[in-house]
């Protein structure tokens, strides 16, 4: 009799363990990183003219060649175009900002970058400060807002601090990290694509990339314009798609406005 109520009453030692405890080990109840990069927002929350953005998993940037600058080696204001991948303009983009940023602080200047619907709605502003994008000034490194619709922060891009690779962070409007962005030891793409790995927050898998896409030789030498591809996941929130095109004109900027950095 007493064994059978010894066997009855339940050594405290494993209680915790015991199926409906709230104490069970951690290996045992593997938990799903929560995706931030993941939609989550109904079609009709979507930030106005973002509607179409959100059934892409490719985006193509084509920069529009400026006449003026292959002629004569002077700086414009970039224009670019952003299509979809059966090669149809779906947004178009200007960059703002003074002939002064251009020609003396052209690869780290400031911008403003408007981008418009084809009906000439601006729903993406993209805002850079000047700040440095060297690894020896870890302190003022790049970062870039971007807002849609204007004047509603959708995310930021934040380049982060390595010695040996290219390195960015996306944020959310809360800025909290939602994905990173690695580039390879050398971005010079001699006769090759140019890749940056879009990473989860851990890094241990690739969901996209940005590919800065070899133009020829005589493209590459003589001007600066260049071809960027977008991939991502189709259900990639529509916000960080906008980010994302942020980040590749952040990229343009830093590792490709000078032509030769294209060879």
Same mark, same amino acid.
């Given at each position: 009799?007493?064994?059978?109520?010894?066997?009855?009453?339940?050594?405290? @030692?494993?209680? &915790?363990?015991?199926?409906?405890?709230?104490?069970?080990? %951690?290996?045992?109840?593997?938990?799903? +990183?929560?995706?931030?990069? $993941?939609?989550?927002?109904?079609?009709? /929350?979507?930030?106005?003219?973002?509607?179409?953005?959100?059934?892409? &998993?490719?985006?193509?940037?084509?920069?529009?060649?400026?006449?003026?600058?292959?002629?004569?080696?002077?700086?414009?204001?970039?224009?670019?175009?952003?299509?979809?991948?059966?090669?149809?303009?779906?947004?178009?983009?200007? %960059?703002?900002?003074?002939?002064?940023? !251009? /020609?003396?602080?052209? +690869?780290? !200047?400031?911008?403003?970058?408007?981008?418009? &619907?084809? #009906?000439?709605?601006?729903?993406?502003?993209?805002?850079?400060?000047?700040?440095?994008?060297?690894?020896?000034?870890?302190?003022?490194?790049?970062?870039?807002?971007?807002?849609?619709?204007?004047?509603?922060?959708? =995310?930021?891009?934040?380049?982060?601090?390595?010695?040996?690779? +290219?390195k960015f962070t996306?944020?959310?409007?809360?800025?909290?990290?939602?994905?990173?962005?690695?580039?390879?030891?050398?971005?010079?793409?001699?006769?090759?694509?140019?890749?940056? %790995?879009?990473?989860?927050?851990? %890094?241990?898998?690739?969901? =996209? $990339?940005? #590919? $800065?896409?070899?133009?020829?030789? @005589?493209?590459?030498?003589?001007?600066?314009?260049?071809?960027?591809?977008?991939?991502?996941?189709? &259900?990639?929130?529509?916000?960080?798609?906008? @980010?994302?095109?942020?980040?590749?004109f952040l990229i343009?900027?830093?590792?490709?406005?000078?032509?030769?950095?294209?060879?």
């Amino acid at each position: 009799m007493a064994s059978q109520e010894s066997q009855q009453q339940t050594n405290p @030692v494993f209680k &915790d363990y015991l199926p409906g405890s709230s104490g069970l080990p %951690e290996q045992d109840n593997p938990v799903e +990183p929560i995706s931030l990069w $993941k939609q989550t927002s109904h079609a009709h /929350n979507l930030p106005p003219g973002l509607e179409y953005l959100n059934q892409l &998993d490719r985006i193509i940037i084509h920069q529009q060649v400026e006449l003026l600058e292959a002629i004569l080696g002077t700086e414009t204001c970039s224009k670019y175009e952003i299509k979809n991948h059966l090669g149809q303009r779906v947004y178009f983009a200007v %960059e703002e900002n003074g002939c002064f940023d !251009r /020609n003396l602080c052209s +690869p780290i !200047r400031s911008f403003t970058i408007r981008i418009a &619907d084809n #009906s000439g709605r601006e729903v993406i502003t993209v805002n850079r400060p000047l700040r440095c994008n060297s690894c020896w000034f870890p302190c003022f490194l790049q970062e870039l807002e971007v807002q849609s619709p204007p004047g509603t922060i959708a =995310g930021y891009v934040v380049q982060n601090w390595d010695p040996f690779l +290219p390195k960015f962070t996306i944020q959310n409007e809360s800025k909290e990290d939602v994905l990173k962005i690695i580039g390879p030891y050398a971005t010079c793409g001699c006769f090759e694509d140019v890749e940056f %790995e879009v990473k989860v927050l851990n %890094e241990m898998s690739t969901i =996209g $990339k940005i #590919s $800065k896409y070899w133009s020829g030789f @005589v493209n590459n030498v003589f001007t600066n314009t260049a071809n960027f591809g977008i991939q991502v996941p189709v &259900d990639l929130d529509v916000k960080i798609k906008a @980010v994302m095109i942020g980040a590749c004109f952040l990229i343009d900027l830093m590792f490709f406005e000078n032509s030769l950095d294209g060879l």
